[in-house]
T-cell receptor
Framework: KAGVTQTPRYLIKTRGQQVTLSCSPI?????VSWYQQTPGQGLQFLFE???????NKGNFPGRFSGRQFSNSRSEMNVSTLELGDSALYLC??????????????FGPGTRLLVL | GENVEQHPSTLSVQEGDSAVIKCTYS??????FPWYKQELGKGPQLIID?????GEKKDQRIAVTLNKTAKHFSLHITETQPEDSAVYFC?????????FGTGTRLTIIP
């Protein structure tokens, strides 16, 4: 079974631009979560989607947004990029069958560099 | 919200010896505790997880223990091998929202 895929793998943008990252979950997985990883702040939760609805949100500004499509694929968008947005953005998917915390499987990430 | 502390930040062990990484959490509602291994240029890979109704879980050379009363859990790797060198993260979660520790860089010395 194919794992979580993320595109693009690498991205260079300049301050003020906006960016869209894509995530395809493992087939059959319905929950998609996004995390930001930086050397200074570590792994931080951005948001989680299930059935096209955002269920949980981390402590990030409104410039960070996301959505999920009916096929469970997800995108996240960052508008008005700042230098501090340079990070590895990770997507994770899980089955979410019965309300208990399900195992999350991570993709390889998209490395974003903001100049 | 949840806060997870992880120690040590770096750990070097001789090949064949054991490695132990410890984490504490703050939210008593957390009921799921996974451990991830991250190699350079890759996303975190789940290596073992434990739920709050279990005190210990083992998978070959890897084991995790959980003490709910003290709110801490530990990863134990026995008979370490060079391929165990990586950064290890613990996490805790009451819902679909993992809070991660700051990571432990484990180096296995041949």
């Amino acid at each position: 079974k194919a794992g979580v895929t993320q595109t693009p793998r690498y991205l260079i943008k300049t301050r003020g631009q906006q960016v869209t990252l894509s995530c395809s979950p493992i087939s059959g997985h319905r929950s998609v979560s996004w995390y930001q990883q930086t050397p200074g702040q570590g792994l931080q939760f951005l948001f989680e989607y299930f059935s096209e609805t955002q269920r949980n949100k981390g402590n990030f500004p409104g410039r960070f947004s996301g959505r999920q499509f009916s096929n469970s694929r997800s995108e996240m968008n960052v508008s008005t990029l700042e230098l501090g947005d340079s990070a590895l953005y990770l997507c994770a998917s899980s089955l979410f069958l019965a309300g208990d915390q399900e195992t999350q499987y991570f993709g390889p990430g998209t490395r974003l560099l903001v100049l | 919200g949840e806060n997870v502390e992880q120690h040590p930040s770096t750990l070097s062990v001789q090949e064949g010896d054991s490695a132990v990484i410890k984490c504490t959490y703050s939210d008593s509602a957390s009921n799921y505790f996974p451990w991830y291994k991250q190699e350079l240029g890759k996303g975190p890979q789940l290596i073992i997880d434990i739920r709050s109704n279990v005190g210990e879980k083992k998978d070959q050379r890897i084991a995790v223990t959980l003490n709910k009363t003290a709110k801490h859990f530990s990863l134990h790797i026995t008979e370490t091998q060079p391929e165990d060198s990586a950064v290890y993260f613990c996490a805790a979660s009451p819902i679909e929202k993992l809070t991660f520790g700051t990571g432990t860089r484990l180096t296995i010395i041949p």
